[in-house]
């Protein structure tokens, strides 16, 4: 059979990482033939492709045509052309609605969370996009896969008459290749515990709950030090001058970069109000580095035993919770044994390939019988 694999649409964040690692993956299906549609934010010196694949630069813009009704010319050229069976878009909401069977990833939290905290505060204009992506959603396919049974389970509410998978996200297979790992943030010294932070810096992260942590730190436990590693840009957030050496602005770093850090930290401080996966978790768990995060029903299912968390915006609790595993050692190697044992539970990078190629073939063949 012949698959396209459309990543026209992602930009930043996990979904890159879930795309790259995916596409590294599909050699091992030398019995299909696949289309890789690749948006320019990708970087394609740590992807590697073999014969069955066929690569193609692509960024799908927004225009009346697409958000509409739904069509690309370019898009819909290439699966005629290459005699297209199924097309699988890595994350949506897809601009684009293929003239073939489409399984569409789902990871917007926003849409499925309304009782995050994260939401309670959103404007007018915020929940107008909100609307806009249920809108694509609904129009682009029928068939959906989520990282987390818990949206899984909440995914048809929103989209009517919808069939819905699970497979879950992972760590990145480069974590498991330490040959590959790029060393290239040596952190400065720091005399105390350093906290880290994979991520993008996304409004509902709440990285700006990190100022209100160390006041307190330094009120409740005024010896103990504290500073944040965060892999965004210094101007992308707030921070008064007086703390300014306790934090590490990195900026975007690539996926063979993160190992390094991780080696590098004390804690993985994640204090996200709305996921439906993040990859931060299984890496940590992989890295063995105790995780600090939201007590809140997608981050319990994901981590389990597996992580200290503190009520979700309150920064006096977040103080405590990372107090607790910083200066309780037994418990931070019990949340490290926990997280091992936590991993079990999510589909590998070999698995989550699998699951998703069969879930094409199986659309596939049912279109064609």
Same mark, same amino acid.
């Given at each position: ?109 926003? =849409? ?42 909440? =995914? ?117 109000? =709305? ?80 699951? =998703? ?13």
């Amino acid at each position: 059979m012949i698959f396209l694999i459309n990543a026209s649409g992602l930009k930043t964040g996990g979904g890159l990482q879930v795309a790259q690692s995916l596409c590294n993956q599909l050699y091992r299906f030398k019995y299909h033939h696949f289309i890789v549609v690749l948006s320019s934010y990708f970087n394609t010196s740590s992807l590697s492709f073999e014969d069955n694949v066929k690569v193609v630069n692509y960024t799908i813009g927004k225009s009346f045509l697409n958000v509409i009704f739904g069509r690309d010319v370019f898009l819909d050229n290439l699966v005629k052309e290459e005699n297209v069976d199924a097309v699988l878009t890595v994350f949506g909401p897809s601009r684009w609605k293929p003239k073939v069977p489409h399984l569409c990833g789902f990871a917007r939290a926003q =849409l499925i969370l309304t009782n995050s905290p994260y939401n309670k505060n959103i404007g007018i204009l915020e929940r107008l996009k909100f609307f806009v992506w249920t809108w694509m959603f609904k129009k682009s396919s029928k068939v959906f896969y989520t990282e987390n049974k818990y949206i899984s389970e909440m =995914l048809p509410h929103l989209l009517n008459n919808i069939k819905v998978y699970t497979v879950t996200n992972f760590y990145n297979q480069i974590f498991d290749e330490p040959i590959k790992w790029r060393r290239t943030h040596k952190l400065p010294h720091f005399q105390g515990i350093t906290c880290l932070s994979v991520s993008t810096h996304y409004s509902h992260k709440n990285f700006e709950i990190i100022p209100q942590i160390i006041n307190l730190m330094n009120k409740s436990h005024p010896d103990f030090k504290i500073r944040f590693v965060l892999t965004f840009n210094e101007n992308e957030m707030h921070i008064p001058k007086d703390m300014r050496d306790l934090f590490v602005f990195l900026g975007k770093v690539d996926v063979s970069e993160c190992p390094y850090l991780y080696e590098q930290a004390d804690i993985m401080f994640m204090p996200t109000l =709305l996921e439906c996966f993040t990859a931060t978790y299984p890496e940590a768990m992989r890295m063995g580095i105790p995780i600090v995060t939201t007590d809140l029903d997608f981050a319990r299912y994901l981590c389990g035993d597996a992580a200290c968390y503190y009520s979700a915006v309150d920064s006096a609790a977040a103080t405590e919770a990372i107090y607790k595993v910083a200066t309780d050692k037994d418990f931070a190697r019990q949340l490290v044994m926990n997280g091992k044992k936590q991993l079990n539970n999510y589909d590998d990078y070999n698995t989550r390939a699998d699951k =998703l190629i069969a879930i094409l073939e199986e659309i596939a063949a049912q279109h064609n019988d």
